[in-house]
C-alpha cells in the first residue's frame, strides 16, 4: 500500500496487525516534526480527534530552551496547553519505520478551539487563502540539499562534531559512481517516500564531496511543505538506521560549498498555469511579472524565513552558486530568483535564496506573502539582469547577516500587513533570541586566533 490512508484504511491495517503505532505529529517553529506515538487502539478510539503538547513547542529553539519575551508563552502565564488537530487528509505509512502511520497536526486553542496564528501551518494556509481569494492557487516544488557522512550521530556528537568525514571523497555533482556508493541510503529513501505518499522525482549528486539532493515533484504549497517536512525527517532517521548522518546545515565547513533548498512556484487557476502567457516576454504573463516583481521588491522582508540562522548567512559566498542578490534572470544561477521553463507552459520561477534549514512553511507564506503584494501592486518587473550577478553592483543585495534580516523583518510593513504584528513579533523574537545566544558563546576560532597571539 503506498500513499495516503483513509481512516478505513488505517481500520483495516490495525486489525491485520500491520500497524500498531502512529504518529501524531505537529511542525514546530524549526520545521521538525514534534508529537506523540500512539498505540493503534488509542489512536482509533479517541487520538484522531485531538491530543495535547505544551504550548512551549511553538516559543523554543533548536536546543528546546525556553527564552524570554514571547507573548504566546512564557513562565508567567504558566506554559499552559494546546490542541493538537489530526489533519487526517495527512494520514500516511512511514515504511522506513516498523508498524508505523503518522499523521500531521494543526495546532489549537486550548480554550477557544481556534487555530493558534504563529503555527508554522497556520501561517501558510493563511496566505493560500489570501491567494485562493483572488481565485489563485500557489503551486510549489523544493529540493533538499544534505550532506551524509561516515560516521552516525551519536557517534559525531559525542566527539564534539570534530571527525566530520563527509561519504565520499570528492565532488559528486550528478556523479553516478559516486552516488551509487551511498544508494544504500538514498534507494531506501526514495523508495520509502514514495510509499508514503511523498511523489519524489529523484535523487543526484550535488556540488560538494558527500552532498545530495532530493527533488520532490510539485504540488501545491501546503502538500509541498508538508513533503519537504517528512522527506527531511526521513532523511535524518533512514541514514541513521544505515549507521551514517545526515545534515541540512547550510555550512557545515567554511571550504565546502553549502547546502539550499530551493523553491520552485507558479500560480494556477482552472486548471492551467497563469503564469504562462505565449504572447508575453519568455512566456510570462502579466500576472507573473507583478508577482516576480513582488518576490524581487520584498526579498529583505523575507530573508530570516529564508534563512533563520547564524550559519544560514555563511552560505551566502560568491561563486558558490548561493546568490547574494536580489536579481532575477533567465536560467541563470547566481541570480536570487530564476526563470524556468521559459517560453514554456511550465514556465515559473525558482528562489535560490533559501538554505537547507527553512522551515518550508515559513519560507513558502513569505513568498506568496510577498508576490501577492506585487499583484496587487501591479509592480513593474525590471530587465531581467545577466552575467555574473556577484559583481553586478545595479541589483541589491540581500541581507547578509542574521542581524540585518532581523532588522528586515522587523520593519516590514509588507508583512506585517500579510501576516499581522502578533506573528512578526513572535518570529522576529526567535531572530533576536537566535543572535543573542551566539553573541554570548566563545567561539574555538576566536580561541585559536587570539590566545597567543592578541
Not at 543526484?204 to 552532498?211: D, M, R, W
Amino acid at each position: 500500500m503506498s500513499g495516503p490512508l483513509s481512516f478505513e484504511e488505517l481500520k483495516e491495517l490495525a486489525a491485520n496487525g500491520s500497524i500498531d503505532t502512529v504518529l501524531v505529529c505537529l511542525v514546530d517553529m524549526q520545521g521538525r516534526l514534534m508529537g506523540k506515538r500512539f498505540h493503534i487502539s488509542s489512536f482509533l478510539e479517541n487520538g484522531f480527534e485531538e491530543t495535547h503538547c505544551c504550548n512551549y513547542l511553538l516559543a523554543t529553539d533548536l536546543e528546546m530552551a525556553t527564552p524570554e519575551g514571547y507573548a504566546a508563552a512564557s513562565w508567567r502565564e504558566g506554559y499552559g496547553d494546546y490542541v493538537m488537530k489530526p489533519d487526517l487528509s495527512t494520514l500516511r505509512l512511514m515504511p522506513w519505520l516498523e508498524g508505523t502511520a503518522m499523521v500531521l497536526c494543526d495546532v489549537l486553542d486550548h480554550h477557544t478551539h481556534e487555530p493558534v496564528p504563529h503555527a508554522p501551518r497556520q501561517i501558510l494556509k493563511e496566505q493560500i487563502k489570501r491567494a485562493e481569494d483572488a481565485g489563485l492557487t500557489p503551486m510549489m516544488a523544493t529540493e533538499l540539499e544534505f550532506f551524509l557522512f561516515e560516521k552516525p550521530l551519536d557517534e559525531l556528537r559525542r566527539e564534539g562534531y570534530r571527525d566530520l568525514t563527509p561519504i565520499s571523497g570528492y565532488n559528486e555533482d550528478y556523479h553516478i559512481l559516486q552516488t551509487t556508493k551511498e544508494e544504500h541510503v538514498m534507494r531506501p529513501l526514495r523508495n520509502h517516500l514514495a510509499a508514503a505518499g511523498i511523489p519524489v522525482e529523484n535523487s543526484k549528486g550535488e556540488a560538494e564531496a558527500g552532498q545530495e539532493e532530493l527533488n520532490i515533484r510539485y504540488s501545491n504549497a501546503l502538500a509541498c511543505a508538508d513533503h519537504h517536512t517528512i522527506a527531511k525527517h526521513a532523511t535524518k532517521e533512514i541514514a541513521w538506521q544505515q549507521g551514517r548522518s545526515a545534515t541540512f546545515l547550510p555550512k557545515w565547513h567554511h571550504d565546502r560549498v553549502g547546502s539550499a533548498s530551493h523553491v520552485h512556484m507558479s500560480l494556477w487557476a482552472d486548471g492551467r498555469n497563469v503564469f504562462h502567457d505565449a504572447d508575453g516576454e519568455h512566456g510570462m504573463s502579466a500576472t507573473m511579472k507583478n508577482f516576480l516583481a513582488g518576490l524581487i521588491a520584498y526579498a529583505s522582508d523575507c530573508t530570516w524565513f529564508f534563512a533563520p540562522y547564524i550559519n544560514s548567512y555563511k552560505r551566502f559566498a560568491k561563486g558558490t552558486f548561493a546568490p547574494t542578490k536580489s536579481a532575477w534572470s533567465v536560467d541563470n544561477r547566481t541570480a536570487g530568483f530564476r526563470l524556468c521553463g521559459a517560453d514554456t507552459s511550465a514556465v515559473r520561477v525558482e528562489c535560490r535564496i533559501p538554505g537547507s534549514d527553512m522551515n518550508p512553511y515559513l519560507a513558502q507564506a513569505a513568498l506568496i506573502a510577498a508576490g501577492l503584494r506585487g499583484i496587487e501592486e501591479k509592480l513593474e518587473l525590471v530587465p531581467a539582469a545577466t552575467g555574473d550577478m556577484y559583481g553586478n553592483e545595479s541589483v541589491p543585495d540581500i541581507p547578509s547577516t542574521l542581524r540585518a534580516a532581523t532588522q528586515s523583518l522587523r520593519d516590514s510593513k509588507m508583512l506585517r500587513e500579510a501576516m499581522g504584528d502578533y506573528v512578526v513579533e513572535h518570529y522576529t523574537r526567535c531572530a533576536e533570541w537566535e543572535q543573542e545566544e551566539f553573541d554570548r558563546i566563545v567561539t574555538d576560532w576566536e580561541i585559536a586566533r587570539g590566545f597567543e597571539k592578541a
